[in-house]
């Protein structure tokens, strides 16, 4: 009988060990972590995965992603991030995670692809009924400034008609919501989107609060399921559902980049970001939508310049403007371009 042990070589084994520790991924280099119970991807993964390159600018406190025509900037802990130096809110705070910036994955794929990489949501919407909602009316006034002799429901249905009358001289249908200073409860206003088959929604809003130095326009987009809004920062039972908003989720985005944007250019005004909430007029739309809110009646300078009407007309052309970019982008998604 032959003994077992004669022909074992351990070297024989080697070629083995050096895969299986091939296959151990290494924990710098996870492409993926579980932090605080949501999952996380690298911004190296990103970066791979959109053509960019990726570095920390400080480390474990600021990322940076670049491409020839875009850069993306992170700060560890921040909601929110940077592209092209527009400030985007995320669900999810920006983390460091064994020397890797990571974001939640699904702040990836709600809003950086989204934004990113356009081309891979279908089907792209068509663009030529708009329905533009003036915020408030009738007994409610929204923000004031009495001091000022201002508020909000005159302010929003005055831009909502200039906004209305630039629209239609290059061709569009567009639907007020409200034609004069009249009640309109917040559900019938998506209600009436919907109603005529609208192909984006544009409700328009001023913003007051207590500190009169705040001041800056920000645009709303519909919250993806299962992200907290903006304004909060855990997951209510509201976030655990879809709404029928929610189908149009790139395009809600979309649309809302390219009319913050275009106000941020055109006014000159603080750019307080493309935010996210769950608002009443967002929630139950069937087409795109977004909620503008174009300045500060609290903050006494901002106040007195949306008195004037060509302050208001500079809004609406830059909510043309806005559009119309939007416009440009879906045509080429759609291959017209
Ligand atoms: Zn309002």
Request: charged share 20%; with cysteine.
């Amino acid at each position: 009988m032959s003994n077992p042990h004669a022909c074992f070589r351990p070297w024989a084994l080697l070629p083995l060990l050096i895969t299986a520790f091939l296959l151990i991924p290494s924990p710098r280099a996870a492409a993926q972590a579980t932090i605080n119970g949501t999952t996380y991807i690298s911004l190296d993964t990103v970066a791979g995965q959109l053509g960019m390159s990726s570095r920390w600018i400080k480390s474990g406190e600021e990322a940076e992603l670049k491409s020839q025509w875009t850069t993306m900037r992170f700060l560890v802990h921040k909601r929110w991030f940077f592209l092209n130096g527009e400030r985007i809110y995320l669900g999810m705070p920006v983390a460091s995670n064994r020397g890797q910036a990571m974001i939640a994955q699904r702040d990836y794929d709600t809003t950086i692809r989204p934004l990113l990489t356009p081309t891979q949501f279908e089907p792209v919407p068509k663009l030529y009924r708009i329905v533009i909602d003036p915020g408030h009316g009738g007994k409610d006034p929204g923000a004031q400034n009495t001091s000022r002799g201002v508020n909000e429901k005159t302010l929003t249905l005055d831009v909502a008609q200039r906004l209305k009358r630039k629209l239609e001289a290059v061709g569009y249908k567009v639907i007020l919501t409200r034609d004069s200073d009249k009640y309109v409860s917040l559900g019938a206003r998506p209600a009436l989107a919907n109603q005529v088959n609208a192909d984006l929604f544009i409700s328009l809003h001023f913003n007051a609060v207590d500190d009169p130095r705040v001041s800056g326009v920000e645009t709303y987009a519909m919250t993806p399921p299962y992200l907290p809004s903006t304004s909060g920062s855990t997951l209510t039972a509201s976030a655990r559902k879809s709404y029928p908003g929610n189908k149009n989720d790139p395009w809600n985005l979309l649309a809302a980049y390219y009319l913050q944007t275009s106000m941020v250019r055109n006014l000159g005004a603080t750019d307080r970001g493309l935010k996210r909430a769950r608002f009443a007029v967002l929630k139950d739309l069937n087409c795109p939508g977004v909620l503008i809110e174009g300045g500060f009646l609290s903050n006494p300078a901002e106040a007195e310049r949306l008195k004037t009407s060509a302050e208001r007309e500079k809004l609406a052309n830059s909510l043309l403007e806005g559009i119309l970019l939007y416009q440009k982008k879906l045509n080429i998604l759609r291959g017209k371009g």
